[in-house]
């Protein structure tokens, strides 16, 4: 029921692009973005609802293709402070209806 | 601004021993999560809870972990007894919308540590 994210881990330098992308083998309700930064709660980032849906803020944004059952997050221009580990939660329908699981989470360092 | 408290922060317990977390999740959010994050993992979810009602226990491992939100406000996770591989941050966050629907707000978590 674990969503799938690729990359595990990127290393970027300041200004470049980054793509983390999140699949899942069930149908996908909507999709949450949340970013975790060494030894601190994640921080929630955005919400996507519906298929097509797009949203973004600063330069971080992201997809959601109900189809596909995938998102992916968009980072441009990356700064220092986008150092973290990238979660996607999905809401998916489990065994016990309504489930939100989060993915294994991907890795980025961006370096000076 | 409104945040999810959870006590204690660190926890270093003996095996066998009886632990228990506090969570009091922000005023008016019906849904209430626990997870169990190990190093390098993404969030496990442990137990769901819809106002007082539990959602979603299947991850639970009911044979030692235990979960409550008598007045469908704050919650108590309690481990006995508990074992080495209990070792993890443990989590609690919550929102006002059911399962997917709204951001999940997280609190600073318990970090247990099982000797």
């Known amino acids: 029921q674990q969503p799938v994210q690729s990359p595990q881990a990127v290393i970027l330098r300041e200004g470049e692009d980054a793509v983390i992308n999140c699949s899942s083998s069930k149908a996908l309700y909507s999709v949450h973005w949340y970013r975790q930064k060494h030894g601190e709660a994640p921080v929630f980032l955005m919400i996507l609802l519906k298929g097509g849906e797009q949203k973004g803020h600063d330069k971080i944004s992201a997809s959601f293709n109900e189809k596909k059952q995938q998102s992916s997050l968009y980072l441009t221009a990356s700064q220092l402070s986008y150092s973290g580990t990238y979660f996607c939660?999905?809401?998916?329908?489990?065994?016990?209806?309504?489930?939100?699981?989060f993915g294994p989470g991907t890795r980025l360092s961006v370096l000076p | 601004e409104a945040e999810v408290a959870q006590s204690p922060r660190y926890k270093i317990t003996e095996k066998s021993q009886a632990v228990a977390f506090w969570c009091d999740p922000i005023s008016g959010h019906a849904t209430l999560y626990w997870y169990r994050q190990i190093l390098g993992q993404g969030p496990e979810l442990l137990v769901q809870f819809q106002d007082e009602s539990v959602v979603d226990d299947s991850q639970l491992p009911k044979d030692r972990f235990s979960a409550e939100r008598l007045k469908g406000v704050d919650s108590t996770l309690k481990i006995q007894p508990a074992e080495l591989g209990d070792s993890a941050m443990y989590l609690c966050?919550?929102?006002?919308?059911?399962?997917?629907?709204?951001?999940?707000?997280f609190g600073q978590g318990t970090r247990l540590t099982v000797v």
């Open positions: 939660g999905t809401e998916i329908i489990g065994n016990y209806g309504q489930n939100f699981v």
């Open positions: 966050a919550s929102s006002i919308g059911q399962g997917g629907t709204a951001e999940a707000f």
